[in-house]
């Protein structure tokens, strides 16, 4: 890859700048770097590194973090901002850590429902009138089953009667 200034020689310095979302790459020659003001620091020692990543750990600490982003993983530190600007978890963790937000975001994607309905598949034989109103039927036994046990009789029988006039 040459560089993008003098277009001569080859590129050595990769920078990557992420500002509000948006992610621009540059790519430049040692020298053309240099007349840039990109320092380079060729090696950085183990020492540096873990200094400085616990300075900006008591900086910040974990609490601070979680009240600026919101909840975060433990497992793979991500955060819910971060889920909305890529639409991808982390880790399956996620799904407990998150779970009400998540649940928000589903039943406003499902029309307020928590089930996942899907679509009906065209090699299906059936027409899609027939597959609905199975999918009632079997809504409305479900309804019936749990009428039964909670012991409500009358909309139990309601229920047998919707299912006596879908049969």
Known sequence: MQCEICKTKTA???LTEIVDGHRTETHLCQACAQK???TVKSQLSLNELLSSL???HQQTGENAIEEKVGKVCSDCGMSMEEFRKQALLG????YSVFEADLREIIEKTQDNN?????KIPPRIAKPAAQVQEQNL???IKQKLEQAVKKEDYELAAKLRDQLKALS
Do not use: K, Q, S, W
């Open 137 to 139: 039927i079997e809504d």
């Open 54 to 56: 616990i300075a900006a």
């Open 91 to 94: 880790c399956p963790n996620d």
């Open 12 to 14: 050595t310095v990769h």
């Open 114 to 118: 928590l089930t996942h309905i899907g």
């Open 36 to 38: 840039e003001g990109v």
